[in-house]
């Protein structure tokens, strides 16, 4: 009985290495189950994909976008990835108040998560362009993230000159788009496409509202309530399958600095979206540490602290910012629920054991 068991084991582990070495490829190795020939499966509480016309899915595309991710020579000095600002270890943030750049260079957001951004409308924190490909081109054409040149043309063709003199992303591009002489619109949409499959769902709170009563604890429960209800009315801004409304506010953070961040005011120029922000989805937020456009929040106590609060009071705060005034319990019941939007669909995606060469 032990020698079949023996014999069966050897059996199951030759097959292992057998089917990963059937999708090891030239420069780079990943089970093809990270990326399904369909799409990716859509956890519970999220809705499906709407993939764009012009960018449709396609598995070889996902895993292309998968290797740029996380691919260093996608700077101009080779130090910095997308993944180095937006890293799975992190919930897709880097961990930092700010983002850290080239030559070490320190930014002035917090680099936002990539989760579940394929139900954003609008991309950085100031809503500057509104698709996930025009967002990712911009870091690459950034004289802070990863360029050191000014010119955002020059910026992308020498991007794509360094990605051009690799064999294995030529033979990649011209499968997945037909071409060896790929554009920075190729490496947009092979980026996009992946960042359209970091998802989560399936959280205690999905699984709560789907019938299973014992999801979530006590504090939880208490603390959706309180997260629901007409007096806090957290989901006036943090609503739908992502938590958020896809709106720009200002909650006064860093308003009482002597020049503060304008935010959407900076696109806009509406007098109005002076100190504004995108409202960022609340999955996995306790993942995300720290908080806001400036990461000026260190924690989820701080953050529901600010709102009780009131906000940074200035003339542009929304509406809507006003003191809670809620007790001691309320403020720790809301902590805990938001604990309770930790989900899954994301954890799978690792970096790459190498890169195409």
């Excluded at 260093?72 to 600002?85: E, H, I, P, Y």
């Excluded at 308003?255 to 996995?284: H, I, Q, S, W, Y």
């Excluded at 260190?298 to 542009?316: A, S």
Aim: aromatic share 10%; hydrophobic share 35%; proline share 5%.
């Amino acid at each position: 009985m032990r020698m079949s068991r023996m014999f069966a084991a050897a059996a199951v582990a030759v097959g292992v290495i057998a089917a990963w070495n059937v999708w090891s490829k030239a420069g780079d190795s990943t089970p093809k189950s990270m990326f399904p020939k369909d799409g990716p499966k859509i956890p519970l509480g999220l809705v499906p994909i709407v993939w764009p016309e012009d960018n449709p899915y396609s598995a070889e595309k996902a895993e292309l976008g998968w290797l740029l991710f996380f691919d260093k020579r996608l700077s101009s000095d080779g130090s910095v990835s997308c993944a180095s600002c937006h890293s799975p270890e992190h919930g897709f943030t880097d961990g930092s108040a700010v983002s850290t750049g080239i030559a070490k260079q320190k930014g002035g957001r917090s680099a936002p998560s990539v989760i579940n951004r394929v139900y954003g409308f609008a991309q950085f924190w100031d809503g500057r362009v509104y698709s996930l490909e025009d967002q990712a081109k911009g870091p690459i054409a950034n004289p802070i993230e990863m360029t050191s040149d000014k010119d955002a043309g020059k910026a992308h063709a020498a991007c794509i000159e360094r990605l051009r003199q690799v064999k294995g992303y030529r033979a990649r591009f011209k499968q997945v788009f037909g071409t060896e002489e790929f554009t920075i619109d190729h490496i947009a949409k092979a980026i996009a496409t992946f960042e359209r499959t970091i998802l989560s769902g399936n959280s205690a709170y999905d699984r709560f509202k789907a019938g299973d009563k014992t999801a979530l604890n006590e504090a939880q429960q208490r603390g959706m309530k309180t997260f629901f209800s007409n007096h806090a009315r957290c989901d006036s801004c943090h609503d739908g399958a992502a938590f958020t409304t896809n709106q720009f506010a200002n909650i006064g953070i860093g308003m009482d600095k002597p020049d503060p961040d304008l935010g959407r005011f900076m696109v806009t120029k509406n007098e109005a979206d002076k100190g504004a922000f995108k409202t960022p989805g609340l999955r996995d937020i306790a993942r995300t540490a720290p908080y806001m456009h400036d990461g000026s929040l260190k924690t989820l106590e701080e953050v529901v602290e600010h709102y009780d609060k009131g906000g940074v009071k200035n003339q542009w705060l929304h509406q809507d910012i006003k003191p809670l005034k809620l007790s001691v319990q309320d403020k720790k019941d809301l902590v805990e629920f938001l604990h309770g939007l930790n989900g899954e669909g994301w954890q799978h995606i690792k970096a790459p054991t190498s890169l195409p060469k």
